[in-house]
């Protein structure tokens, strides 16, 4: 069997076997996931409802035996080179066979949701390609939510006689894994099996728990599959003690090709026995002739339903809640049905999405920034109960999720979820409005009440909480669902309400109390931040009232929305950008005063992206804008003064969250100032873009993807407090800047308006009923533009240009 390879583009950066810290996610949204290496190796298993960076299962790998002509066989596992450090105080780990035969070198090619690995070696006469996915098609979230991915080895022969190959992969039964850690062997709870099937559709090893799963946290399922007819299968290796699993597998492998069932030694001997592992191979075998590719495809899934009733620790109810993916497939075997009778249709589908992203005229960085932040939706970040809601960390600690809660103040940057899955993003609405918000507006930012918890008892965020209703009109205009709109307008108008007289004293439409904010402080008096939050909430506000009949609060609204515009330019702009007004800075901590703040303009690139318009005077939006990329990008960190988190080092470049370019920094000033985030980076630099400052906002995005190299850092893994940062999302603002998409599903319309190569333009672009290309390219005949909406998914009859 021969699969076409995928096709890659030629923008993209590549990565050898030395690129340590690459890392690139398998896995279904809310599904946990592994990640495969640069070296092909896989690593990083999280598939068990949490975090768990490093870890690894024993035993697991691919390996491949090639036997032509008369020569010996060459057995080898099927990645590069080990990379040092070889320190471990007892030699380097028995179970990641360290001592047997790899190739020696790789390079990794990866666009979302698509990862290639090409093993190199000038004794090996066969090339070989590792090619793994897992489905990923916007708008079809089920099937975008399989908890597996498929792995391919291509292998071409390039000798002068046939050739004899067997693929195998060898795994370890993890079923009962009793929580993250890296020795996953040292947590095993209770016994496991493996279990041979064969069906029409499939065969493989069915890894599962002797007393089955139930309510059991640590409980679950595990299969290895193919439909390939050329199999062969060691249930399980050899167990009897010491090594005799690994040293007897490898032998059988090595001879034939063809794996025998257990053996069972008589001898007498040692009983030492390292755990009661449990470890089983599948292999496949194919004769190769000159010059031709076979393809050796493999399915992994994993069924883990059981997760806490919460997020973690204090913050979990008793009993359990399941995962989404448990209403679709009752266990590993059945998503690996699932994956291998639909995968033409899965394949074709998640490979449109690939190629229009990917065929988009941008700079490579871009298309990079914009795909690797996909990786946040598949990470443990986020999750999906068996009700439907979807559910998101602001990121990942190596063993727990860091900060819960669908965090109002960080999710207001994330924008690749509502243009991608908005029925997702719908459900983070109906949980902010539905439960968290009560009769009297107040909207808590940390969701906890569907757990049965009690109410996240913090004072509401001021950014946060008007942030919910500006993407409450964006989620509307994006589906054109007006129904949800209805559904939810009793409860934001309310909040709304709660926002201008909670955070407003003084009646002047700017907030001027205590203001808790996404920088873990609160914030007193006038500024920018808040104050353009709720100025662009009000003007959501009266849009969203006026449409439904609402007059009272249209009226309201928008007279607040002017009344608020006017006093935030009055107060608030210096001349340059729009400061903090304070009588004494110093009266209380953690204020930025007189500072340039990166998100002083938050506010308005939300409006932006909700096709809300400008809030400011426009002369005043573009200076700010430009003021904050003058002042507080920085193209050598060598010599910056950072005693915090350290994003940005060294000769890197990245973008501030504050500075003080005239002077007046508080002598205590907001905690994070010094630091870079990546979401911040994104929406000033998409905000730059829609300005019409293209060549700054481009220069961010690029310094933002050199940090994340793979050598230095994870490209699929944008770091703030924790890994696969929610923030990062913001990258999905830059396709929507530099393509100058509108979009207003209520009344079925798109436009584009391309910021860079307008005369041969393309780009993908998607709402909530469906997702394509838009072309556009100058005629020299005519010289005029000729333009094309190509609908790859969803309802044609939905949209039109305009």
């Known amino acids: 069997m021969f699969r076409e390879p995928f096709r890659f583009s030629d923008k993209m950066r590549t990565f050898s076997n030395e690129a340590t810290e690459a890392a690139f996610l398998l896995g279904g949204i809310g599904t946990g996931n592994l990640s495969i290496g640069a070296r092909g190796e896989m690593r990083d298993w999280e598939i068990f409802n949490r975090p768990n960076k490093g870890g690894k299962l024993p035993y697991t790998f691919f390996s491949i035996r090639v036997k032509d002509g008369d020569s010996m066989p060459d057995c080898r596992v099927l990645e590069a080179k080990l990379n040092p ?110 279990e041979l099937r064969e069906e029409t559709s499939q065969k493989g090893l069915f890894f599962k728990t002797c007393d089955g799963i139930g309510d059991r946290l640590e409980c679950g399922d595990l299969s290895l599959v193919t439909t390939n007819p050329n199999t062969t299968c060691k249930v399980n290796w050899l167990g009897s003690g010491w090594l005799d699993g690994i040293h007897e597998f490898w032998k059988d492998f090595c001879e034939d090709g063809l794996l025998e069932k257990e053996l069972n030694l008589d001898a007498v001997g040692s009983e030492f026995s390292v755990k009661a592992q449990k470890v089983g191979s599948l292999g496949i075998f194919e004769t190769i002739e000159p010059n031709e590719t076979k393809t050796f495809e493999f399915v992994l899934t994993w069924f883990f339903p059981n997760r806490i009733n919460g997020w973690s620790g204090e913050h979990a109810g008793d009993g359990i809640v399941k995962n989404y993916y448990s209403r679709l497939f009752g266990s590993s075997w059945e998503a690996a049905k699932y994956l291998n009778v639909n995968m033409k249709r899965l394949e074709s589908e998640s490979r449109k999405f690939h190629d229009a992203l990917f065929g988009s005229t941008y700079p490579g960085y871009v298309l ?142 700017v907030p001027d109390d205590r203001q808790h904010n996404t920088y873990d402080t609160d914030f007193y008096g006038p500024n920018p931040l808040t104050g353009v939050m709720l100025c662009a909430a009000l003007k959501a506000g009266a849009e969203m009232a006026e449409y439904l009949n609402d007059t009272v609060h249209a009226r309201s609204y928008g007279g607040a929305f002017k009344k608020c515009a006017a006093n935030l330019d009055e107060m608030l702009w210096n001349g340059e950008y729009y400061e903090q007004k304070s009588e004494d800075i110093d009266r ?47 193209a050598d960190f060598s010599l910056h003064m950072n005693a915090q988190r350290t994003y940005a080092l060294n000769d890197e470049k990245g973008l501030l969250l504050c500075t003080w370019p005239h002077g007046g920094r508080p002598s205590s000033q907001f905690v994070y100032s010094d630091e870079v985030w990546t979401g911040i980076e994104y929406q000033v630099a998409a905000h730059l873009i829609y300005e019409g400052f293209v060549e700054e906002g481009l220069k961010i995005v690029e310094s933002v993807r050199d940090r994340y190299d793979g050598y230095k850092r994870n490209p699929w893994d944008e770091i703030e407090c924790g890994h696969h940062y929610a923030r990062s999302m913001a990258s999905w603002a830059v396709l929507l800047a530099l393509s100058g998409f509108r979009y207003d599903m209520v009344e079925g319309k798109i436009g584009f308006d391309p910021k860079i190569s307008g005369d041969d333009f393309s780009t993908f672009w998607s709402t909530g009923s469906a997702w394509g290309v838009y072309r556009q390219k100058k005629n020299p005949g005519t010289g005029k533009l000729d333009t094309e909406l190509e609908v790859l998914y969803g309802d044609a009859g939905a949209v039109k240009l305009c």
């Open 85 to 194: 450090p070889f320190d471990a105080w007892g030699g380097m780990d028995w179970d990641i066979v360290a001592g047997l035969p790899r190739f020696r070198s790789s390079v990794m090619r990866a666009e979302y949701p698509f990862v290639s690995v090409g093993l190199s070696d000038p004794d090996l006469k066969m090339e070989v390609k590792l090619e793994a996915f897992t489905p990923f098609i916007p708008l079809n979230a089920a099937d975008s939510g399989i908890p597996g991915a498929i792995i391919r080895y291509s292998v071409k022969n390039i000798s002068e006689f046939p050739a004899d190959v067997t693929v195998a992969a060898s795994m370890f039964n993890a079923a009962a894994f009793g929580g993250a850690d890296r020795e996953i062997n040292n947590r095993l709870q209770g016994s496991v099996v493996n």
């Open 368 to 509: 990079d920034a914009i795909s690797s932040n996909i990786t946040v939706l598949r990470s443990n970040t986020c999750f999906r109960t068996s009700d439907g809601i979807f559910y998101g960390w602001e990121g990942c600690m190596d063993r727990e999720g860091s900060c819960c809660g669908n965090c109002t103040h960080v999710w207001n940057y994330a924008q690749t979820l509502a243009f991608l899955f908005p029925e997702l993003e719908q459900t983070m609405r109906r949980v902010e409005f539905g439960v968290e918000t009560d009769d009297e507006g107040r909207m808590a930012y940390r969701t906890q009440q569907t757990f049965g918890l009690k109410k996240w008892e913090m004072p509401p965020a001021a950014d946060g909480q008007p942030g919910t209703i500006i993407r409450l009109y964006r989620d509307w205009k994006i589906s054109g669902n007006s129904v949800f709109l209805k559904e939810l307008w009793p409860k934001a108008s309310k909040a709304l309400d709660f926002a201008l007289s909670y955070w407003d004293k003084d009646g002047d439409c």
């Open 588 to 634: 209380y901590r953690y204020q930025f005063g007189k500072g340039c703040l990166s998100d002083q303009l938050l506010g308005q690139l939300l409006a932006h992206v909700a096709g809300l318009g400008c809030l400011l005077p426009e002369e005043h939006v573009k200076k700010a804008i430009h003021s904050v990329f003058k002042n507080n990008y920085k």
